[in-house]
T-cell receptor
Framework: GQQLNQSPQSMFIQEGEDVSMNCTSS?????WLWYKQDPGEGPVLLIA?????ELTSNGRLTAQFGITRKDSFLNISASIPSDVGIYFC?????????????FGQGTILTVHP | DSGVTQTPKHLITATGQRVTLRCSPR?????VYWYQQSLDQGLQFLIQ???????AKGNILERFSAQQFPDLHSELNLSSLELGDSALYFC????????????FGPGTRLTVT
């Protein structure tokens, strides 16, 4: 099935460093979402974006809805060990697709203390 | 805790068998979604129900079916199971049929032997 192109696939960083990841799509989305998944758990919603150009923060996390509506970015500042996990972007077309989410392949984040 | 519950947590069964996965949405949510997560395909949307009616369908196999009951809980039925059906199955719920955020349950890990 269709998936978003999410990069990088994995990141190994030192505690305190900033992190950036992004997602691109060949089609336009009405909504972009960022989730985090810990091992053995379900994805947890971090940030939701609804308008092209929108920039939204949630603590140390900041995400942007690309102006072309075909991409989104997530930044994590001053990383800490509990940031470890898999980060997924997800897009929603809306309309006749209703609530269907299309997910990226995920970015595996490892933070070294 | 997202408020979405799924049972069972783990399920081990043999090829050719049939299983039923159960999901209870968050209080007040009318939409239920099912997703499959596997190593090779990532997170894939299967199907969405809203207030008992099917709303959107993704890459759901004909051997799979789902329904949402009057009390809004949902069941995903998987039949004639194959080895390749081994995966994590997540349920998510949201308030509306589109435009509202999805909150994921802890998942059911299905192993087909």
């Amino acid at each position: 099935g269709q998936q978003l192109n999410q990069s990088p696939q994995s990141m190994f960083i030192q505690e305190g460093e900033d992190v950036s990841m992004n997602c691109t799509s060949s089609s336009i989305f009405n909504t972009w979402l960022w989730y985090k998944q810990d091992p053995g758990e379900g994805p947890v919603l971090l940030i939701a974006l609804y308008k092209a150009g929108e920039l939204t923060s949630n603590g140390r996390l900041t995400a942007q809805f690309g102006i072309t509506r075909k991409d989104s970015f997530l930044n994590i500042s001053a990383s800490i060990p509990s940031d470890v996990g898999i980060y997924f972007c997800a897009g929603r077309h809306g309309g006749t697709s209703y609530g269907k989410l299309t997910f990226g392949q995920g970015t595996i984040l490892t933070v070294h203390p | 805790d997202s408020g979405v519950t799924q049972t069972p947590k783990h399920l081990i069964t043999a090829t050719g068998q049939r299983v039923t996965l159960r999901c209870s949405p968050r209080s007040g949510d009318l939409s239920v979604y099912w997703y499959q997560q596997s190593l090779d395909q990532g997170l894939q949307f299967l199907i969405q129900y809203y207030n008992g009616e099917e709303r959107a369908k993704g890459n759901i196999l004909e051997r799979f079916s789902a329904q949402q009951f009057p009390d809004l809980h949902s069941e995903l039925n998987l039949s004639s199971l194959e080895l390749g059906d081994s995966a994590l199955y997540f349920c998510a719920s949201s308030v509306a049929s589109q435009g509202s955020e999805q909150y994921f349950g802890p998942g059911t890990r299905l192993t087909v032997t």
